[in-house]
């Protein structure tokens, strides 16, 4: 019903900028909430940050400063933008959206960042 497909990932030295994108097809729903998430090689997957349908953002401590989640309802997609890149973001970055009526967490199938020391 809901497909998500992330893009603007890539290879970047560290410092440098990126920003992701989550463009969302299907039916349109409301949202609850949307969000990215990162896993690095042998790690868990982590919140990055979301953002309420209310649009209330919330952030890891981690990338606090330097990431901004924002959404644009009209073209329905939701962004990413990563600044003053460290080594230690590099992950494949998935996007994720509950909506209201739906059940289920719908997830894409995820971009590369890397970033170069």
């Known amino acids: 019903q809901v497909q998500l497909v992330e893009s603007g990932g890539g290879l970047v030295q560290a410092g440098g900028s990126l920003r992701l994108s989550c463009a969302t097809s299907?039916?349109?729903?409301?949202?609850?909430?949307m969000g990215w998430y990162r896993q690095a090689p042998g790690n868990q997957r982590e919140l990055v940050a979301t953002?309420?349908?209310?649009?209330?953002?919330n952030y890891a401590d981690s990338v606090k400063g330097r990431f901004a989640i924002s959404r644009d309802n009209a073209k329905n997609t939701l962004y990413l933008q990563m600044n003053s890149l460290k080594p230690e973001d590099t992950a494949v970055y998935y996007c994720?959206?509950?909506?209201?009526?739906?059940?289920?967490?719908?997830w894409g199938q995820g971009t590369q960042v890397t970033v170069s020391s």
């Open positions: 299907g039916r349109i729903f409301s949202i609850r909430s």
């Open positions: 994720n959206a509950d909506y209201w009526g739906l059940s289920g967490t719908y």
């Open positions: 953002i309420t349908g209310g649009g209330r953002t």
